[in-house]
């Protein structure tokens, strides 16, 4: 997504939540610095994408038996951060971790020594996490704010929907989901507002599928 078309949404996610764009800003410039000097992935990322059935995991309770309705040889495997360890769990290693290193960042090392890219997402909550990126191979970054020339904006807020802007800015052919609870009741108020926003988020997608 353009990020003059992303960035009226972006503002109205930061006034909902009251938080301060140049804490993203500054979170950006972070991992820009930390990654830089290393070889850019974005056009590996986008050839694992580009045409393709992809299948987005996000970390809802129900993904373990969503994934066994799935043959996975069929998909691109997009994890959204804590998915990862869902996956590991089952013996599949994700093709991309979307993360913004709230999950299990030892079992997210784990997967990206077994060959999963990296798309580490810096905001204004994780600048203590993103040194993390020294122990990665095959990593981008990316951010909600302006992008810089090594750190992207393909719009989305939470993990699960950054994954699904992601697979659409890159030429996925499909987009399926498992592992998504879009109206779970059972989560702080917090994460209820941010799941109300990925479900709006997502149906900005044309063609998604649950």
């Known amino acids: 997504m353009d990020f003059k078309h992303w960035e009226p949404i972006y503002e109205e996610i930061l006034r909902d939540f009251g938080w301060r764009r140049e804490r993203d800003e500054e979170a950006a410039r972070l991992l820009s610095k930390l990654l830089s000097g290393r070889s850019n992935e974005l056009n590996v990322v986008k050839k694992t994408i580009k045409g393709k059935d992809v299948l987005v995991c996000g970390n809802a309770s129900t993904l373990s038996s969503d994934l066994d309705k799935f043959d996975m040889d069929e998909y691109v495997i997009i994890a959204a951060d804590g998915a990862t360890s869902t996956l590991l769990g089952k013996g599949i290693i994700p093709d991309i971790i979307v993360t913004d290193l709230d999950g ?4 997210e090392i784990e997967a990206n020594k077994n060959g999963a890219l990296m798309v580490v997402h810096a905001h204004g909550d994780n600048m203590d996490k993103l040194s993390v990126v020294d122990r990665l191979k095959d990593v981008i970054g990316t951010s909600q704010a302006v992008p810089l020339e090594n750190i992207y904006d393909f719009g989305g807020f939470s993990d699960g929907d950054r994954c699904v802007f992601l697979a659409h800015s890159l030429g996925a052919k499909s987009i ?8 779970d009741k059972n989560v702080t108020e917090i994460k209820k507002k941010k799941l109300k926003w990925a479900k709006k988020l997502i149906r900005m997608i044309p063609g998604v599928i649950y």
């Open 104 to 107: 299990n960042i030892l079992d």
């Open 176 to 183: 399926t989901l498992a592992g998504f609870d879009l109206e």
